[in-house]
Each structure stands twice: as structure tokens, then as C-alpha cells.
């Protein structure tokens, strides 16, 4: 039953800590421009609390930031815009109608003007009435104006993704609609401390984003999160576990579930390579193609 | 004030008089307006009844147990405690009573009366010239002085001419496509006049003038709708499809009213970076039933952006006359739905629209707010190059307004009846800029094509690994086939 496994895995998730660890102290090695893995004692964060951290670095580091949707105000309904309005202020921070079409049409007329505009849109489920504003317009404004203008300043946050009792309209993971269309990137972040990263990358990225959160790991995925202000690069798969039979790519939420199933099927003595693609457009071929050459199989989930 | 409160409130204060009763009570009148009898004061009914008792009314209001659950009590005041809002004229002193709801409050009535689908008389349509290009009244709300008045007109002729050529260019084959804006010559040319070149322009994608009043040449109408290399779109666009930054004119999509909404997030860019300038995005009557033009005007009202919205409802949308495309009295009172401040305009008046514009922009900028303005007036040409309207409108009527209504001679009579021109000056225009068009369009057709390379950049800041690829294998396909690359495209 999805509530029981979300549990189970919650559990493993929380004992496999120290795996996560791993990845994201190199991640945060890497940060820190690449020394020994220093023991500095991080505070310990779920994925909410440290995209809200993303979002207070942003608008603290550049004047001309903005966060707006339905309800973010008083700190959303996942509570992942706690304290902005407070700090930054209204005209900074604030509630939009509720209109998708409208939030990210808003968004692309004040990253057109120079802005970084941080969207979000409350479920992914809901970010269709906005596909004609993100394809047609988002997508191609820099091209179709000979690079004139452009609205690179827009980043589009949605949760994403089931958590067992969202039923039709709170759980679909619409990633794939995006994937096809040039001049966007769509970026699935798996972790708190990749979230972070991740995150302030799209914000400052001079490019369009759409940046999908998985939901299901808002408040269960914790794990330890740098303070600092870090980005992580974008179009950069990660090879989060090293094998030699097969290669097995995901993103977001499945890969805690990816790596479940790579202990099972170790089990039975089949050694499994996983990698967390992170961008799904423009995506890493190279590493991709890497572990394949290795391989010689490859799972897509 | 509504009339049906006036009375309300009058019978109500006569009958308070008349019986006796104090000023200050509340009075519950019934359906002829007579009062029900008294009850006790609300809050001295206790629950389950014990301590007073209710005599039974004909139009009870308030039962006990309605009063538990609803708290109806805090939300019901009488006139006079409301009389620190303004919206409440208290003339009469009684108290009619008004309820509060989260929206503010409102005024009871017991009469249930529908709001007419339609006022009696539709929205007034401002206008300063009359058909023959007299000045209605001594009106000098114009202000509109000789340059002004003489730069406006020759570029009302300067875009005639524009695109009476660039549509016959493209019958000849010479260019793809073309879209002409005949018969909003005075939209066109005298809403940008009104405004600065601070101001922020979004185009739907008949406002070419506005871009030729801030200083478009010919040459540079004509490299885009040729595509060539020195197109600033880079030739990747069809026709008509321009874009200026220095010119603040935001580069034309073909889908249609996704414009409003950015207009807004652009104009809440000028408010917060305290610039004394405004959004003007245009679009037409049929851009209304989009529903980003809901989400636009709904959220410049919320945000107090400094946008003005100019329709250009000139009766068409292709071959959709605005009968069919909505019920509303235009779009004017479209505005009050939203809490925008609106205004109708003679979109074929010069004058008429330069003044409202102007006015619309220093309320937008001064007060923060948005104002849409809608500008009435006629599609002279088909859509575009792709239509033939004389498929669903009689050629009379094109004809008609086409003569008759012509918003560039209307405003030649007035400019000459300053004597700022004259019949002279108007030939030598003509040809001037006649011979000006042709040979921006030779010249135009002369540059070449922009390179391939351009193909493939600016989808991103910079080139992604995947479009690398693809260019690579492009060029590798045209070395191995050759004959079958276009030759005035430079690889």
C-alpha cells in the first residue's frame, strides 16, 4: 500500500543517511572549490526547508529578484516561502490571482525587463493553462527576437509528483511535456542539499527554467545542507552509485527508490549504475553514454 | 447612491419619526416597506431562548440559532458606525442596515433585481474632430502644437504608404507575407505621440506605427520582412514580426493577447525600479476573448501596474465580426469588472486618441494604476496578405470606411486648417516617401540571408552540446549534398 512503502522508504531513507552524505559532501566539496571532504557540521534540513533557503540566499543577493505565486505569501502551502514576504517585503514578495496563465505571463514580462522571477506554481498538475506562455513565449523569446530581448530571468517552480493519496490532480510528474521544447531546461532536483544547489543555479541561469520539486520529499528526505551560498552546475548528471552490469537513469523522488532496488539487485548478484540525470533538457549525453559504454545496458525510470 | 437605498433608508427614517422611536434603533422593514414588529435586542437572546422572547415575524432576519452558528451579529452594522468609510454618502440619518463581508461591505436589499445584461445606453465614445476634421469644441485639451502636429500626420501618410508597398510586394512574390494596419493610422501614430520612449511598448502585431513614430527606418520594416542578414530578429521570424529594444518595442508574437499578462510583470518592473514610465501593450478586439487578457487585467488591478491596455476593436478578428466574438458593450466596460479605469475613444480621431492616451499614461505613472482605453474603429485591410475579406464583408463597407472614414484625411483637413500643410507639401510627401519604401525594398532584397549558424543560436544564451551536434551534422549533410542547399543562404 503506496502509504506503508512511503513509510518503509522514509525509514531507509532517514538510515541512509550517511550514503546521502556521501554524494552531497562531495557535492558540497565541490562547492567549496573542491578540497578534502571537510567534517563541518551542517544543520540537518528536509527539502523544503532548504529550497526556502535557496529562495532567502536569491533574494538576498540580488535586489531585483522577485517570488510570487497563489498563497506564497504567508509561506505556502508547503511552507517553501517561510519569512520572504517578511524580510523582502510585498512588493518583492507576493500572492498572485489564481491564474497559471497570468503568474507566468507575469514572470516573463518582469524577467524581460531584467529581473530574476521566481514563479511557482502550486502543483505541477496546474501549470497547463501556462504551457502556451512557457512553450510559445518563455521558450522562444530570446530566439525569436534575434536575442534582443529575452527572459532568462524566469524560473518556474512546481511540486511534482505522487505521494500516495494526491489522487489525479496533486501527484502527476508532467516533466516529459517540457523535455521537447528547445529554449527551456528542466531541472528535477533529488535531495535537500541538491535542491539548494540546483535551485540558485536556475535562478541565476540566464535561461528560462522550469524547476520541478518532488513533493513526496518535501519533509522526508533530510539530510545535511552547506549554509553557504552554493549553486551546482546545470546539463551535469551524477553517477550516484558506481556498477558494472548495468545503467539505471532517473531523477527526483524515484531515485530513492532506484537505489532500494539496486540493493536488492545486488542481492542477486547484478551490480547496477546509477545515475541522477538532474537536468532532463538540455541533458548530460556524455556521462550518460559513458556508463553505457561500460555496461552495455541501460534502464530508464 | 442607488435609488432603491434612498428609498430604503426614507421610509425608514419617516417611519422612525412618525412612531416615535428612537433614531438610533435598528429597523427591519418588509417587502412594502412597512417595519416588522420590534424584537429584542439580538444579543440578549440566550441560548436555547430562556432569557427573552422572539415574537414571531413574518420576514424573520435572525433566529437564535442562526445567530450561534453564523456570529451574523459583528457582521451586521448600521449606517452609522459605518460612516468612516467613504464609499458611504451619509445624507439621510438613519441607518439603513449593510452587512460585512470579506470583499468590504454592501447594503442590504430585500427587492431582488437582476443587473441588466447591458446599460440602456452604450459607453459614449470620445472624440475631438468631427467627421470632417473640425475641432468639436474650443477644446484645447489636445495640445497638440505644429511639429506635433505635422510629425504625427506625415507619419500616418509615411505608414499608408509603407504598407499599400510592402502588400504589393508580397503579390509580386517578393516578400512571404504581409499585414497592413489601414484605417488605424490614428491609433497607431497618435497613441505613440502620447507616450515617451521610456514607455515600454508590447505589440499584438498591428501597431507597425508606433514603431515607425519612435524612429524605425524603412530599411530596417523592410530587412525584416525580407529575413536577411541584417534583420535584427536574424531572419528567424515571418514578416511583420518586428522587434526593437532600442526603440523599447518588445518583439511581436503571432499568438495572440499573451502579451497582456507580460505587459503587467514588466510594468511592476517600472514601479519597483521607481521609473517614470509606463507599459503600453496593444491588441485587438478579438485578443479580448483570450483568456490572458482576463489574467492580465485581473492582475494589473491587484498589482496597481502602470500599464495602459489600448484595443484597438476595429470589428474584426479575420472573418469574425465582434458579434460573434462577444456580448459586451465592447470592451470599455470590461474594465470596471476588473477595477480598471476606463475609457471609449473615436480610435479614428487623431486628436482624440493622443489625449486620451496621454491622459491615461499620466494616471497610470502619477496614480500607479492600470487604465485600459478602447479605441474604436475599422479594419480597412483583410487580416492579412493570407485573406481575402471581401469573402465575408461587402465591398461597400470596406469602401465606406475606407473614404469616408478615413482617419489620415480627417486629420489632414485639420492640420491644414491650421495651415501647418498643404496640398503642395502633400504631394511632395507622397512621392518622397513612395520612392523611399521601393528602395528599401531593393535594397532589403540585395543583403544576403543571415548565415546558418544563426540557426542554432539564441535558443539558449549559449549552444548547448545537442545543437552543436546538430549543426555539425547539418554541415556534414550539405557537403555531401550540395546541389540541394538554397544558394543566397550563406553556410
Not at chain 2, 446599460?119 to 475641432?135: I, K, M, N, T
Not at chain 2, 526593437?244 to 510583470?265: D, E, L, R
Not at chain 2, 487604465?371 to 461587402?394: M, N, Q, W
Request: net charge negative; proline share 5%.
Amino acid at each position: 500500500m503506496a502509504t506503508s512503502a512511503a513509510q518503509r522508504f522514509g525509514r531507509r531513507l532517514a538510515s541512509s543517511v550517511p550514503r546521502r552524505r556521501f554524494s552531497s559532501s562531495a557535492a558540497a566539496a565541490a562547492a567549496t572549490g573542491g578540497s578534502a571532504v571537510q567534517r563541518t557540521q551542517n544543520p540537518s534540513l528536509n527539502l523544503c526547508s532548504a529550497i526556502n533557503q535557496a529562495l532567502h540566499i536569491a533574494l538576498d543577493t540580488d535586489p531585483r529578484s522577485y517570488v510570487f505565486g497563489e498563497d506564497v505569501s504567508f509561506g505556502g502551502v508547503f511552507r517553501c516561502t517561510v519569512g520572504l514576504a517578511d524580510r523582502f517585503g510585498k512588493g518583492r514578495v507576493f500572492n498572485t490571482p489564481l491564474c497559471e496563465q497570468g503568474i507566468v505571463g507575469f514572470g516573463i514580462g518582469l524577467a524581460a525587463m531584467g529581473n530574476r522571477a521566481v514563479a511557482e506554481i502550486q502543483f505541477a498538475d496546474y501549470i497547463f493553462p501556462a504551457f502556451d506562455q512557457i512553450v510559445n513565449e518563455a521558450a522562444k523569446f530570446r530566439y525569436r527576437s534575434g536575442n534582443q530581448f529575452n527572459c532568462g530571468g524566469l524560473t518556474i517552480r512546481a511540486p511534482y509528483g505522487a505521494v500516495g493519496h494526491g489522487g489525479h490532480y496533486h501527484s502527476q510528474s508532467p516533466e516529459a511535456f517540457f523535455c521537447h521544447v528547445p529554449g527551456i531546461k528542466v531541472v528535477i532536483p533529488r535531495s535537500p542539499s541538491q535542491a539548494k544547489g540546483l535551485l540558485l543555479s536556475c535562478i541565476r541561469d540566464p535561461n528560462p527554467i522550469v524547476f520541478f520539486e518532488p513533493k513526496w520529499l518535501y519533509r522526508l528526505a533530510v539530510e545535511e545542507v552547506p549554509e553557504h551560498d552554493y549553486t551546482l552546475p546545470l546539463s551535469e548528471a551524477e553517477v550516484i552509485r558506481e556498477g558494472t552490469d548495468i545503467t539505471l537513469v532517473g531523477w527526483g523522488a524515484q531515485l530513492s527508490v532506484m537505489e532500494e532496488a539496486c540493493l536488492d539487485a545486488e542481492n542477486d548478484g547484478i551490480s547496477c549504475e546509477l545515475i541522477d540525470l538532474k537536468t532532463l533538457l538540455p541533458w548530460d549525453k556524455e556521462t550518460v553514454e559513458a556508463s553505457v559504454r561500460k555496461t552495455g545496458r541501460l534502464l530508464l525510470l | 447612491m442607488a435609488t432603491w437605498l434612498r428609498r430604503t433608508r426614507a421610509v425608514a427614517h419617516y417611519l422612525r419619526r412618525s412612531s416615535g422611536r428612537p433614531s438610533s434603533s435598528r429597523v427591519v422593514l418588509d417587502r412594502q416597506g412597512a417595519p416588522l414588529p420590534a424584537v429584542p435586542p439580538l444579543g440578549s437572546v440566550g441560548i436555547g431562548g430562556a432569557a427573552g422572547r422572539i415574537s414571531p415575524a413574518p420576514f424573520p432576519v435572525f433566529s437564535a440559532k442562526r445567530l450561534e452558528s453564523t456570529r451574523a451579529e459583528k457582521h451586521l452594522v448600521s449606517v452609522h458606525e459605518a460612516e468612516d468609510d467613504d464609499t458611504v454618502e451619509d445624507d439621510d440619518d438613519d441607518d439603513a442596515q449593510v452587512l460585512d463581508f470579506p470583499g468590504g461591505k454592501v447594503a442590504f436589499t430585500s427587492r431582488m433585481q437582476f443587473i441588466a445584461e447591458s446599460a440602456e445606453e452604450r459607453v459614449p465614445c470620445y472624440r475631438v474632430l468631427d467627421d470632417y476634421g473640425q475641432q468639436i469644441e474650443n477644446d484645447c485639451s489636445a495640445q497638440v502644437n505644429e511639429e506635433l502636429a505635422v510629425k504625427m500626420y506625415t507619419d500616418m501618410v509615411t505608414l499608408q504608404i509603407m504598407d499599400a508597398v510592402f502588400f504589393e510586394a508580397q503579390r509580386q512574390g517578393r516578400i512571404s507575407f504581409y499585414l497592413t494596419s489601414m484605417g488605424e493610422e490614428a491609433i497607431n501614430i497618435a497613441s505613440a505621440a502620447a507616450l515617451t520612449d521610456d514607455d515600454v511598448v508590447m505589440p499584438q502585431y498591428r501597431e507597425q506605427g508606433v514603431l515607425l513614430w519612435r524612429g524605425f527606418t524603412l530599411q530596417e520594416f523592410a530587412n525584416q520582412c525580407f529575413g536577411n542578414k541584417v534583420d535584427y530578429g536574424k531572419g528567424r521570424q515571418m514578416p511583420i514580426h518586428y522587434g526593437s529594444n532600442k526603440h523599447n518595442y518588445f518583439t511581436v508574437s503571432s499568438p495572440i493577447a499573451t502579451q497582456i499578462p507580460q505587459a503587467v510583470g514588466a510594468a511592476h518592473s517600472l514601479k519597483m525600479d521607481k521609473r517614470s514610465a509606463c507599459v503600453a501593450a496593444y491588441f485587438g478586439d478579438g485578443s479580448t476573448s483570450e483568456g490572458d487578457f482576463h489574467a492580465g487585467l485581473n492582475f494589473a488591478a491587484v498589482m496597481e501596474a502602470p500599464v495602459i491596455f489600448i484595443c484597438r476593436n476595429n470589428g474584426w478578428a479575420i472573418s469574425t465580426h465582434t458579434r460573434e466574438q462577444f456580448r459586451s458593450d465592447g470592451i470599455v466596460v470590461r474594465g470596471q469588472a476588473y477595477g480598471i479605469r476606463s475609457i471609449r475613444v473615436d480610435g479614428n480621431d487623431a486628436l482624440a486618441v493622443y489625449s486620451a492616451v496621454r491622459e491615461a499614461r499620466e494616471m497610470a505613472i502619477k496614480d500607479q494604476m492600470p487604465i485600459l482605453v478602447e479605441a474604436l474603429t475599422y479594419r480597412v485591410g483583410h487580416h492579412s496578405t493570407s485573406d481575402d475579406s471581401t469573402k465575408y464583408r461587402p465591398m461597400d463597407e470596406i469602401e465606406y470606411w475606407k473614404m469616408s472614414r478615413n482617419p489620415v484625411n480627417r486629420f489632414r483637413k485639420w492640420v491644414e486648417s491650421n495651415t501647418w500643410w498643404d496640398d503642395k507639401k502633400e504631394v511632395e510627401l507622397r512621392n518622397n516617401i513612395r520612392k523611399q519604401v521601393l528602395q528599401a525594398i531593393q535594397t532589403a532584397e540585395t543583403y544576403e540571408k543571415p548565415p546558418l549558424s544563426d540557426l542554432f543560436r539564441d535558443v539558449y544564451d549559449t549552444l548547448p552540446s545537442n545543437l552543436h551536434e546538430q549543426e555539425s551534422q547539418l554541415r556534414e549533410t550539405i557537403k555531401r549534398h550540395p546541389k540541394d542547399y538554397p544558394l543566397d543562404v550563406p553556410v
